[in-house]
């Protein structure tokens, strides 16, 4: 389907929509943004991730025009922004809060945008129905915001973004006021309706669920740089960093020792072909929680000194595990299923740990 911008022109998807250029941004001598670089393309989905105050937010807030630069440019459309207000931007934002008028109507909260850049009272009529059943919002046009859920008004403040047609939606934690359940649903029917608009997006979080629900790619940020940026499958597969892998998921950490021979020890029986060779000594050895299982018997790699399971936890679809090994306490999550297909494992009981060595990412201690 032919996408055609405000104007009728016809416009070219595979040109980019946005690039940030080595921005950099820094509050009373600490640096914020560092040197970020980023290219989305029209109707690309793009989710900042990454710890409080790695500079997400503030990179945020800069493609939005609250905050400036220090150094770098933004550029929309071709066009370098860096000069131009937001409200001239037409860059629609929601945030945390929603940041509703409590003392109008969801009607004119939606059409408020429009007001402001003065349509016809006809056109503003349109748009706000438009919205009104794009959003599943009928019924409620009357009411004022205290008056909705929590899921209704976060419906309402994307409607009014949408309602300006933007360039580009912003999404600053905005999902992160509901519950788990009504997250999960508002952030599928938002992906769809994204994606049926072609809308171009960043969205900011620190939910590493809702980075993979929503986005096409995931940037990893640690203080204020971009560590690594790719499909949510990429940066989980193949992690460009121990920090990275870490913050996907849960990982157990060891400290092990390389030998010559390249055999990685990181327990009194516990011992793998390292998979890659990073010279020797100590190494760091991190490994997810799903990428273990467990032995009753001694494994190729857990010959002896066996593990003792010491808690058991049923997560619903999952099962966490919790194990004594040596001085280690390790992590590990299976299917629930799993369970039911085996004897269950007895709080106390000696086990051994089997694992892909593939799996394992090596850095050098220290």
Do not use: W
């Amino acid at each position: 389907m032919a996408v055609f911008d405000r104007s009728g022109a016809r416009v070219d998807e595979a040109a980019p929509e946005l690039v940030l250029d080595n921005i950099c941004k820094s509050f009373d001598g600490h640096v914020a943004v560092d040197r970020c670089d980023l290219v989305l393309k029209r109707g690309e989905i793009v989710a900042l991730l990454g710890a409080s105050g790695c500079g997400k937010s503030t990179l945020l807030n800069m493609i939005a025009g609250f905050e400036d630069p220090d150094y770098g440019t933004i550029s929309l459309h071709g066009e370098v922004i860096n000069a131009i207000p937001p409200y001239r931007r037409n860059v629609a934002m929601v945030f945390q809060h929603y940041a509703m008028f409590p003392h109008l109507t969801v009607a004119d909260n939606i059409g408020y945008g429009l007001t402001a850049r003065r349509l016809s009272r006809v056109e503003i009529g349109a748009r706000v129905d438009e919205m009104v059943a794009l959003l599943q919002l009928s019924g409620l046009e009357k009411r004022y915001p205290a008056q909705l859920s929590g899921g209704q008004r976060q419906r309402v403040a994307v409607a009014r973004a949408l309602a300006v047609r933007p360039d580009m939606l912003l999404l600053d934690e905005a999902f992160s006021a509901l519950d788990r359940n009504l997250r999960e649903d508002m952030q599928l029917e938002l992906s769809l309706l994204l994606r049926r608009l072609k809308v171009t997006t960043v969205l900011v979080t620190h939910d590493q669920r809702e980075a993979f629900a929503l986005a096409d790619r995931i940037a990893i940020m640690e203080r204020g740089r971009i560590a690594q940026i790719g499909t949510p499958e990429d940066v989980y597969r193949k992690p460009g960093s121990s920090s990275v892998l870490r913050f996907l998921g849960t990982t157990n950490r060891f400290t092990g020792d390389l030998s010559d021979s390249g055999e990685v020890s990181i327990a009194p029986g516990l011992s793998f072909a390292a998979p890659v060779r990073i010279g020797t000594g100590a190494v760091l050895v991190d490994i997810r929680a799903e990428d273990i299982t467990i032995s009753r018997e001694p494994t190729a790699l857990h010959r002896t000194a066996p593990a003792q399971v010491v808690l058991r936890t049923f997560l619903g679809s999952q099962e966490r595990i919790v194990l004594k090994l040596d001085n280690y306490q390790v992590v590990i999550d299976r299917p629930a299923q799993v369970a039911l297909h085996q004897e269950p494992l007895a709080i106390g009981q000696q086990v051994y740990l089997e694992f892909d060595p593939a799996s394992c990412r090596l850095s050098a201690a220290g």
